[in-house]
């Protein structure tokens, strides 16, 4: 399978988290990882610059947005200010 994109990522993203606690970022990628069946040469490809790779920019992106900008949406809160 390809690596997922940015929005076919969230969903399984917010589905490692739901107990509410802080997970790590390696723990996160391992389980999406699993979740698209990636392959170790999938995991392994870089961006054009050369670094990070492809999937670990992905996952931060995801991780790094996704919380803040989706979770409060999905418990019908929206954004708060």
């Keep these: 399978m390809a690596i997922p994109d940015y929005q076919t990522s969230m969903l399984p993203f917010l589905h490692c988290l739901p107990d509410g606690r802080e997970h790590a970022l390696a723990q996160i990628r391992e389980s999406l ?3 698209f069946s990636l392959a ?9 610059s050369g670094s990070p790779t492809i999937f670990e920019y992905d996952a931060l992106w995801v ?7 989706i979770a409060p949406a999905l418990r019908g809160r929206g954004r708060e200010p």
């Design 33 to 35: 990882a699993a979740h």
């Design 40 to 48: 170790d040469e999938e995991l392994e490809e870089l961006l054009p």
């Design 63 to 69: 991780s790094e947005i996704g919380p803040t900008e």
